[in-house]
Structures are given as structure tokens and as C-alpha cells.
């Protein structure tokens, strides 16, 4: 039987699930949620590639990234942050979509699916 390791599960969530070389981290937000959205979107890229880094890969091995927005007229200055954090020619198979956040003060919330 294959090993799933979970990092900093709780009675909800992991922070990361990991399968079969296959990482799968939670929706990530910002730490400071007073913050704009290009401190927001930083903030989250900054936890991400923790994440990453602690189950042994980086960005450059990212599968599929699904964000949410909480408004998206923020697109643009997500989109220019998110480019200048992917590795040229790396870009993942991505969704962007605007939804209701479980916090008004939450602008920005990503999660990615990568691999070893």
C-alpha cells in the first residue's frame, strides 16, 4: 500500500497531502489579510513555495493551480506578480475565477497540485 504523508493535519485539513510523488497543498491566503492584493498574492506565493520546498520540489514542477479572487478586477495584478514567480516557459494548467471568500478580507486564495 502506498504512503500518504500529511503535513500539519488538523480535525479540517493538511497543509499539504503528498501521494505517490504527487503534492497537493491546501488553499493557500496571505498572512496579513490587511494587505492589498500584491502583498496578498506575495504572501502566498512566499507560503507556497515553503510548502513546496518542505515535501522536496519547487515551482518549476508545478501541475495545475486553481485561484480564487475575491474580485476579479484584481486579475491583472495577480496575473503580473504570478508571471514574475513562474519560472519562463513553467506555467501550469491554471483556473481564475472570482468567489465568495470565507473571509471578506481574504482578496487572493491559491492552491496547487505539483509533483516531486
Not at 486579475?75 to 514567480?85: E, M, P, V
Request: glycine share 4%.
Amino acid at each position: 500500500m502506498s504512503r500518504i504523508i500529511r503535513t500539519e493535519p488538523n480535525a479540517i485539513l493538511s497543509k499539504a497531502v503528498e501521494y505517490h510523488g504527487f503534492i497537493f497543498t491546501q488553499g493557500v491566503v496571505a498572512v496579513d489579510l490587511s494587505q492589498g492584493i500584491e502583498e496578498q498574492t506575495r504572501s502566498v506565493l512566499d507560503q507556497l513555495d515553503q510548502i513546496l520546498e518542505e515535501h522536496g520540489t519547487d515551482k518549476t514542477r508545478i501541475l495545475q493551480a486553481q485561484i480564487w479572487l475575491k474580485d476579479i478586477a484584481d486579475r491583472t495584478a495577480l496575473n503580473t506578480i504570478w508571471s514574475a514567480w513562474l519560472p519562463e516557459n513553467m506555467a501550469p494548467a491554471r483556473a481564475c475565477v472570482q468567489a465568495v471568500m470565507a473571509d471578506p478580507k481574504i482578496l487572493v486564495e491559491i492552491m496547487l497540485t505539483t509533483t516531486k
